[in-house]
């Protein structure tokens, strides 16, 4: 039997936080074994409990979601961090996205939606919002570090464009080898070359601009 996803939970407001570890605790793969009230808080709670995938709002006090995102790239730099928020302007959403986040949702998303949210980080996927696809979508190319530099297509293999068009859908490596029929191996090596050959710094950077590539 595959073991529960392991989240901490940050939110600076505590009733959100309770009845959102409330919603999630019905979720059966889904273990919750630490809360957070700002990401100063939440560094030490995942330092100390080690979990699978962290569970955060933007806007908080001491130290905002997109710090901690940024922080925890450094300090834990395989543990994903999916950022919750009520508002979807730009800024936030290119900010988040831009930290290095593994995901963007909106907080009147289901518990479905956030359950299989926390499923798909968890395994090496990313996951954005539909509703502010759009705004992932249009980051331009005068926003520096933000935008990831993409060559033209014709560098890849067949193998990797393969690979690269379930990237974009934001499959996990392990759906992308059942669909494909490759081991999971295969497919993060694969992954690792569409790193190298489109410049891009992180799988999310990389889903993000083969998606408008390879959609418009």
Do not use: C, W
Not at 68 to 90: G, K, M, Q
């Amino acid at each position: 039997m595959t073991p529960p996803v392991r989240i901490v939970l940050v939110d600076d407001q505590e009733l959100l936080r309770r009845g959102l570890a409330m919603l999630l605790s019905t979720v059966e793969d889904i273990d919750i074994v630490g809360q957070a009230a700002d990401g100063a808080e939440a560094l030490a709670v995942i330092a100390r409990l080690a979990p699978d995938v962290v569970l955060a709002d933007v806007r908080m006090p001491v130290m905002d979601g997109i710090e901690l995102v940024s922080r925890a790239r450094i300090d834990h730099p395989e543990l994903p961090v999916l950022l919750l928020t009520t508002f979807d302007d730009e800024p936030v959403v290119q900010g988040s996205l831009a930290a290095g986040a593994a995901g963007f949702l909106l907080k009147d998303s289901s518990t479905d939606a956030l359950a299989e949210a926390i499923r798909s980080v968890s395994a090496g996927g990313m996951v954005i919002d539909p509703r502010v696809a759009r705004i992932a979508m249009a980051r331009g190319t005068d926003r520096g570090r933000d935008t990831a530099v993409v060559d033209p297509l014709a560098v890849l293999t067949r193998a990797e464009l393969l690979v690269a068009e379930l990237v974009a859908e934001g499959r996990t490596n392990v759906e992308i080898a059942d669909q494909l029929v490759l081991a999971e191996g295969t497919v993060k090596n694969h992954v690792t070359a569409l790193l190298r050959k489109l410049g891009a710094r992180d799988r999310t950077a990389l889903a993000l601009a083969l998606y408008k590539t390879l959609h418009g």
